[in-house]
């Protein structure tokens, strides 16, 4: 299989995986990422570990990224996005089209000057995300570079020892045998719940605000007091299970990471009462149906989504739900409210789709050809990974993305005989 | 330790912000003066190839023969120096490094304090450097075939997808047909599916795959050898052969069990299980008496798998479609976390099947052979519902197949609470045992919905071609090594090693000794701890190179 090459069309865990394994097999892989960075959404969440690990997976992603940095089959092509393919498998042509990045990857050696002297202040235009990145390369952040602002600054470029910025890059065309879309999701916008308060109240938060404040190493404090919170509420299945909003399904990964992170909020402030509304909590799966068990002794968990919140003081939080054990309209107050978002497909998905010829399917995802096999497209030599097919977590979508290197390895394997 | 030790200094100060902290010049002055110290040299971008290549000349030009490397973390760059050591004609392993970059002048904002605990790092990965072991690199012929355990779906695909990759798979199945779960499904919704149409195919490409081998009413007795060459006992029939494989797969699966105590009550003709509905279902024509109201209970034992929540779906709209009449689920959380299940749950309210929630238990009761529920509907602010019903379908757990149990203790495998196959790795090797070159695919390791498995499958599939395409496996020889010395055969190593790597082996035709088998060994350094003879010796990670590092340590603290 020498000399062949595949792209991979998305740098989140489930394309890293893909990548990976195509690699071992002697695959030249183009991993193309739109970002600056690779490693996707799941490389911002956080470790959810009380005094023990509550087997949330994230700390899987950085090291797949140092594996995908230390290989020297794969390149990776960051800030770039597909926007033509042309040939069939085994002989696709694709064109990138490639934003500037200003850093040069194969030059900067993460030395850190950039950022020292970069003179934005408070936050600096130029940075490393965050320690473990692929490549291991400084981005400039166009909102805060002053160049970008109109100054005519060039500290950095005359600076940087290994001559790696440049403010001058050029757009590229590759040449491969087969294609792995992984293009990830979208979280669901909890804006779109108008009821439930989100971006309109600011003690009302969405896990994924919860992922991002605890992967800093902060503490949860209350947004309007900056206290901590004493009495919080989970509010599952925003944005899954809902036929209405169009998303008829459920997202897979809501229940538990609503779970760990109240027990990580119990962690943090023994006395935070934790209650959870929910309509069926999912415990399938190795492990989690004891965890469950160890969250109801000190979580609450009420059945029924509530209808609205309403913020009764800045620091107060009305939750309107039906008490089913009374059949009647409850009303309690919370401190913090967060909303358990869920999976949803990427709006862009459709341009994608329509570059690459491939099909849409229920409820925004891209469409299989085969129904039990949920790699293969419409399109001989397109293939699927991750949560672009569907909702997924994280083992899975690991697991989907070597699948989808297993079904371009035995289709290249097919056509080479 | 060798005699004649040339030891190479690799100083980077990461593009010159070190030297900002700390005078470069002077380390190396102090570390020039060191004995054996052949030469010392500062870069400022070691992690760039235009450096390596400029180390790697300098190593062969000076003839070094020990590489220390000071400059950022291990984790980042490690694997890059060791290749450049190697490219120069050095062994890989002859490398030792020093952080100070992340572990002192980052961390350190006291100059002097941090310019001296660099200079401890540094002289302890010198002291280590003298120690340091060849490790030699050999190839290990194997086996091209691969065993597969179990004919359910699982198997089936990972022996397909194994033939699309050109291996050659035996595919082992108790049973006298393949099929597994597929011959007693009467429908695999939400894949829309039929199981016979399913096993159609699967068994035409079975049959048109060159390369499997299937073998039917047969059983795997034992395995003996490692990765590469195991050799398998199978039984078939009467007779028994024995037969060579580089991997085995285990996709045994699982099997269903009905525990009667949780409910108090007894089967009978219209009080029956999932697995007997199925059967039901499946029987298409025959049934004597066409039930007109049944009802599903699940959630009551403390199962949190997906196996009974979904046969209740499944079933349930199966029974809608085939029989119509009434039928009611019973459960406490609807399990619906799987691909299409909540659309699934939702063709069956649209068909009629309704759902009551419960918090406490139902009451059953069968007076005069009619069978009464009385559950508190939670939906209902707690309403105390009476369902009469004609037919009782009551859940199961699923548990693993005794015989794959027993292989499990027999192969050292591990197994989890359940006594299902414990994986070596939850997140990281999904499908890989804790013995090298066996894997598990499907339900026989973990809960799985049909996707799921298949997505397994493929996974097996590749992890085994990837082990075996090249028709042998390159291996660091030795690298944790048996003195046969100092081995009194006490069989501790044996018993500890997690990964059964270790073996006994005779030497010179009398002494037995313990062996570590270089295929099998993941390098995790236990039975060196555990040795009471201290016979055994990790190359890398050797008493001498550790007590050589201490010794410079206690001169510092």
Known sequence: MANESVLVIGGGVAGVSSALKLAEDGFQVYLVERGPIIGGQAALFCCKATEKCSQCSVCLVPEKILEVAANPQISVVVNSEVVGISGGIGDFKVDLLQKPGFVDPEKCIACGICTELCPSEPQKGIYLPFPETAPRTYIIDKNQCLRFKGAECNVCQDNCPAGAIDFEQKPKELEVSAVIVATGFEVFDAREKGLLGYGRYSNVLTGLDLERIFATGDSVTLPSSGKCPRNIAFIQCVGSRDEYIGNGYCSQVCCKYAMRFAKLLQYQSPEAKVTIFYIDIQTAGKGFGEFYKECKETIRFVRGIPVEVCELSPNELEVKYEDLTKGKIAKESYDLVVLSVGIAPRKDSWDLARVLGINLGDYGFFDTQDTLDSNRTNVNGIFLAGTCQGPRDIPESIAHGIQAASKVIQTLTARAI | ?557
């Open chain 2, 1 to 557: 330790m060798d005699k004649d030790l040339r030891l190479g200094v690799f100083l980077c100060d990461c593009g010159g912000t070190l030297s900002k902290v700390t005078d470069f010049s002077a380390i190396k002055a102090k570390l020039q003066k060191l004995s054996d110290v052949t030469y010392v040299g500062i870069s400022h971008d070691l992690c760039l190839k235009r450096a390596q290549q400029a180390m790697q000349k300098d190593i062969k030009d000076k003839g070094i023969n020990r590489v220390v490397v000071a400059a950022c973390s291990p984790e980042l760059h490690e694997k890059d120096f060791m290749n450049v050591v190697q490219s120069a004609g050095v062994n890989r392993h002859l490398l030792s490094m020093a952080n100070i970059r992340e572990q002192c002048f980052w961390a350190h904002p006291d100059k002097d304090k941090a310019a001296q605990k660099a200079m401890a790092q540094i002289g302890m990965a010198i002291n280590r450097a003298r120690f340091l072991e060849p490790v030699e690199q050999t190839q290990i012929s194997v086996t091209k075939e691969v065993l597969i355990i179990g004919g359910g779906i699982t198997g089936i695909q990972a022996a397909i997808e194994l033939s699309n990759l050109n291996l050659k798979t035996t595919l082992v199945e108790k049973e006298a047909a393949l099929g597994g779960k597929l011959n007693r499904f009467a429908n695999l919704y939400p894949v829309q599916v039929s199981p016979e149409e399913v096993l159609a195919t699967k068994l035409k490409q079975v049959a048109e795959g060159q390369n499997i081998y299937v073998l039917t009413s047969a059983e795997l007795l034992d395995v003996s050898g490692e990765v590469g060459n195991f050799s398998a006992r199978i039984k078939r029939g009467n007779g028994e052969f024995v037969r060579n494989f580089g991997a085995i797969i285990f996709a045994t699966g699982y099997t269903t069990q009905f525990s009667s105590q949780i409910y108090g009550l007894e089967l009978s003709n219209n009080i029956i299980t999932q697995s007997q509905l199925e059967e039901m279902l499946k029987s298409s024509s025959e049934v004597k008496q066409i039930p007109k109201s049944v009802c599903f209970v699940t959630d009551i034992s403390d199962e949190h798998s997906r196996v009974s929540p979904l046969s209740a779906l499944r079933n349930a709209l199966g029974i809608k479609e085939k029989f119509r009449g009434e039928v009611c689920v019973l459960c406490q959380n609807l399990k619906v976390d799987g691909a299409g299940l909540e659309k699934l749950y939702r063709d069956c309210r649209n068909k009629g099947v309704l759902f009551i929630k419960f918090d406490n238990s139902p009451r059953i009761s069968k007076q005069d052979g009619k069978i009464k529920i009385e559950v508190e509907d939670v939906l209902m602010s707690g309403e105390q519902v009476t369902l009469p019903c004609d037919l009782l379908v009551l859940e199961e757990t699923s548990v693993p197949p005794l015989d794959s149990k027993v292989l499990g203790s027999t192969l050292y495998m591990g197994l989890d609470a359940q006594g299902f196959y414990q994986e070596n790795n939850v997140h990281l090797y999904p499908t890989a045992s804790n013995r090298e070159g066996i894997f598990f695919a499907g339900n026989c390791h973990a809960d799985l919905d049909l996707m799921q498995a298949l997505t397994d499958a493929s996974n097996v599939a590749l992890s085994a071609y990837q082990l075996l395409a090249q028709g042998k496996i390159a291996v660091e020889a030795e690298k944790v090594m048996v003195d046969p010395n100092k081995c009194r055969f006490c069989l501790t190593c044996i018993r500890a090693c997690p990964h059964h790597a270790i073996q006994e082996a005779k030497v010179n035709h009398e002494k037995m000794v313990a062996q570590i088998a270089d295929l099998a060994c993941q390098g995790c350094g236990i039975c060196a701890v555990v040795c009471p003879a201290k016979a055994i010796k990790p190359k890398d990670w050797s008493d001498e190179q550790i007590l050589a590092e201490f010794e410079l340590l206690g001169e510092y603290v």
